[in-house]
């Protein structure tokens, strides 16, 4: 079992930068993702990373604009957000898969990201 805790997001404008983390309490996956939830939308992919390897995916509105990364011996995973925009504005998941042939077995609790224009 995993614990995953998310921290940093915040109210910002637009433009502005924030740091989210993902701390895990277990070193027991090989993908850890960001995902994130507009209020009436439905959760949608925002990066991975594979923990070992370190290969990264984005999706495409993110693409140019936000950055994950991990620190290995911290069980972290971060996702760097720059030049926000309003409709970046959602609840942001962290999530563990720990198998590469499975879906995202263990979900964070999530942290609100506010862009105000």
């Known amino acids: 079992q995993v614990q995953l805790v998310e921290s940093g997001g915040g109210l910002v404008q637009a433009g502005d930068s924030l740091s989210l983390s993902c701390a895990a309490s277990a070193r027991t996956f090989v993908i850890m993702g960001w995902f994130r939830q507009a209020p009436g939308k439905v959760r949608e992919f925002v990066a991975n990373?594979?923990?070992?390897?370190?290969?990264?995916n984005y999706a495409d509105s993110v693409k140019g604009r936000f950055t994950i990364s991990r620190d290995i011996a911290k069980n972290t995973a971060y996702l760097q957000l720059n030049s926000l925009k309003p409709e970046d504005t959602a609840v942001y998941y962290c999530a563990a898969r720990s198998r590469y042939d499975q879906e995202y077995d263990y979900w964070g609790q999530g942290t609100q990201v506010t862009v105000s224009s």
């Open positions: 990373i594979s923990w070992i390897g370190g290969s990264v």
